[in-house]
């Protein structure tokens, strides 16, 4: 299954972006599905995600402010990002998997005061 990440792009500070993540065939069975980020030089963190049984868990750091949503039909899976802060700048990705051991490529947030 490949995963196509979308929707990254420049904001300022108090904004929103929603980050889209398609995947290439049903995913509906797999058992998460999930956004991280990465800054450069840093480890990578996870900020959300979905396990099989639809349960959800966010990041303290975004909590309150991101949500995470799936449409199974059409194997997308969404992060809504309300209220950004400049610490919220890194590359998204999303993955799948028992052990999120699939990844997207992607995309890019920027966030600027």
């Known amino acids: 299954v490949q995963l196509v990440e979308s929707g990254g792009g420049s904001v300022e500070a108090g904004g929103s972006l929603k980050l889209t993540c398609m995947a290439s065939a049903r995913i509906y069975t797999r058992c998460r599905l999930g956004w991280f980020r990465q800054v450069p030089g840093k480890e990578r963190e996870m900020v959300s995600y979905i396990a099989r049984d639809d349960s959800i868990t966010t990041a303290d750091a975004v909590k309150g402010r991101f949500a995470i949503s799936q449409d199974l039909p059409k194997n997308t899976l969404y992060l809504q990002m309300n209220n950004v802060q400049i610490g919220d700048t890194a590359v998204y990705y999303c993955?799948?998997?028992?052990?999120?051991?699939?990844w997207g490529q992607g995309t890019q947030v920027t966030v600027s005061s």
């Open positions: 993955a799948e998997g028992a052990d999120f051991g699939n």
